[in-house]
């Protein structure tokens, strides 16, 4: 019987200490913040578009990237931006669309996406097609 009441005295002090450090904060798990990938998920609506700086018309223009590796946009008048298909980051700054097609991010966050794509026009011109989109 002694020894029980050794045991029970011994476990009650262990609970005791344990408890007792304790200075009521509680530890939060740091936040993950969400991947590239994540960010570009969404039907973004097309805030601005410019080519070569210069603003243009972009009513009706939809942009979406699908988290099953598939985009969707309306973009008409963008010579050879694809209008659907697939999407991949190839580097932390590029995304090609298609396998071959590039555009090059310039912001993502979660409100708030930025990309060029470079093309040349019929007159063998470059042109930087800028979009941003909430």
Same mark, same amino acid.
């Given at each position: 019987?002694?020894?029980?009441?050794?045991?029970?005295?011994?476990?009650?002090?262990?609970?005791?200490?344990?408890?007792?450090?304790?200075?009521?904060?509680?530890? !939060?798990?740091?936040?993950?913040? &969400?991947?590239?990938?994540? @960010?570009?998920?969404?039907?973004?609506? +097309?805030? $601005?578009? #410019?080519?070569?700086?210069?603003?243009?018309?972009?009513?009706?223009?939809?942009?979406?990237?699908?988290?099953?590796? !598939?985009?969707?946009?309306?973009? &008409?008048?963008?010579?050879? @931006?694809?209008?659907?298909?697939?999407? +991949?980051? $190839?580097? #932390?700054?590029?995304?090609?669309?298609?396998?071959?097609?590039?555009?090059?991010?310039?912001?993502?966050?979660?409100? !708030?996406?930025?990309?060029?794509?470079?093309?040349?026009?019929?007159?063998?011109?470059?042109?930087?097609?800028?979009?941003?989109?909430?």
């Amino acid at each position: 019987m002694k020894i029980y009441r050794t045991l029970l005295l011994t476990s009650f002090l262990f609970l005791i200490v344990s408890c007792g450090g304790d200075d009521g904060e509680e530890t !939060k798990p740091p936040k993950v913040e &969400p991947s590239k990938e994540e @960010l570009l998920v969404k039907n973004w609506e +097309v805030v $601005s578009v #410019t080519s070569n700086d210069i603003a243009i018309e972009h009513s009706g223009f939809t942009i979406s990237f699908k988290s099953d590796g !598939k985009f969707s946009f309306n973009t &008409p008048g963008i010579s050879g @931006l694809p209008q659907s298909g697939t999407w +991949v980051f $190839s580097t #932390t700054t590029i995304i090609k669309l298609n396998g071959t097609v590039e555009i090059h991010v310039g912001e993502l966050k979660t409100n !708030k996406f930025v990309f060029t794509y470079n093309s040349t026009n019929h007159k063998g011109t470059n042109v930087e097609t800028r979009f941003t989109m909430e």
